[in-house]
């Protein structure tokens, strides 16, 4: 999960030592996870309405770091 990291760096260097597997199931679960909080975002009860942003950018970075690998492209 994006919150448990202390850098984006570090989580990406995670994101990038799993599997395609992994990748999926934590893009889905991510995915879920703003799915809801969304629906808390919109009826109030959420405190720090910036975590939308950052599961936005969490399953962006799974994405592309999915589309390198389908490339052949290494970083």
């Known amino acids: 999960m994006p919150d448990t ?8 260097d ?9 990748l999926r199931d934590r893009k889905s679960h991510i995915a879920e996870s703003l799915f809801n909080l ?5 009826s109030g009860q959420i405190d720090d309405p910036m975590r939308v942003r950052k599961y936005r950018k969490a399953i962006a970075q799974i ?11 290494n970083q």
């Open 5 to 12: 990291v202390d850098t984006t760096r570090q989580f990406v």
């Open 14 to 22: 995670q994101l990038r030592q799993a599997s395609n597997e992994e």
């Open 38 to 42: 969304r629906f808390r975002l919109a």
């Open 63 to 73: 994405n592309t770091i999915l589309r390198e690998r389908e490339l052949g492209i």
